[in-house]
């Protein structure tokens, strides 16, 4: 048997200190209760209590290897957020039900907790931090219209039991600053909305999402009309059903490359494009169409666009391509009416009034 290293044998004499109180270990088959000690642990301000304490590893009856995959599943979020100066009013949503599993502290005062979740004008923060304990699976609209907020840090995220992140920073039009270095997506399967109406942020690192499981990017990036670039190299769109107002009135990108694009079972390509007025480039060679039923707006003014290969697209299932290419170059439509039949009149067709 091997010897233990002195760090190791040291973490195992400081971490066994901590005892847990004996109601702790009732009906410990229960997920529920496993939880509870995990996130009392957490407390006391020793994650690794769990590894290292071998008192607790026989009374919860955990394999040790199993380690990471419990901090996986009980481990707080952590959150930094910085306000705009001077600003009031919202900086997170949420649910009254769920408030005792939010710890908020303002400019690194660890000491005190902060119930609020909105600033008034005679708050002085310069920072805000927030720890989020409970096993939420749902981030919908954590943050939306939160319109204070100026940057967002997520300093610790190990957990993946988050599923749904509809409409996460929706309407946040201040936001210039987002850092996703921590953020695990694993597990989600709804981006809709995710990032719509960001309209101040400039650029968004996507490198580490796991978009795995999405079925629904429905307006993810719709209206970050300051994004002038967006890097989707990583994404992975093989269960995406609904992209529909994906990139809508995204109107200082001037390229998108979207070759490593999944659409086989993208049944709503309608509005994606729209408002790309600065587009001048997009490939969508590798567009799989076959069982997309609505285009309708799809390219809806994208005036900027000369060039577009659609060779692939398949519409034989489309119900709706009206207004396709409205309010398009005459140069682009000409040349898409003369070499695609395919394509209806009503796809060429203009239309002033719409809404996203």
Known sequence: M?????????????????IIPENMFKNLKSDYFIRKIFEYIHKKKSLETIRYNKNIQ?????????????????????????PKENEYGRFINIKKKDEEYYHIYYNDNKTKQIKSTSLNK????????????YQIESFYQLFCDCECIESICFKKFYRKNITN??????????????????????????MSGMFSRCSSLKEINLNNFNTNNVT?????????????????????????????YMFSRCS?????????????????MSYMFSGCSSLKEINLNNFNTNNVTDMSCMFHECSSLKELNLNNFNTNNVINMSYMFSKCSDELKLKLKSKFNKFKNEAFEDYEDYRF
């Open 122 to 133: 005679n708050h002085k923060v310069s920072k805000i931090n927030i720890v989020i304990d």
């Open 216 to 244: 629904n990017m429905n307006g993810m990036f719709h209206e970050c009309s300051s994004l002038k670039e967006l890097n989707l190299n990583n994404f992975n769109t093989n269960n995406v059903i609904n992209m529909s």
């Open 2 to 18: 091997e010897a233990k290293d002195t760090s190791t044998k040291e973490k195992e004499k400081e971490y066994s200190k901590l």
């Open 58 to 82: 026989k009374r919860i009856n955990i394999n040790i290897n199993h380690y990471k995959e419990y901090s996986e599943k009980y481990s707080s979020i952590e959150i930094e957020i910085k």
């Open 165 to 190: 992140m509809n409409g996460m920073f929706y309407g946040c039009s201040s936001l210039k600053e987002i850092n996703l270095n921590n953020f695990n997506t694993n597990n989600v399967t709804d």
């Open 252 to 268: 200082s990108l001037k390229e998108l490359n979207l070759n490593n694009f999944n659409t086989n079972n993208v049944t709503n």
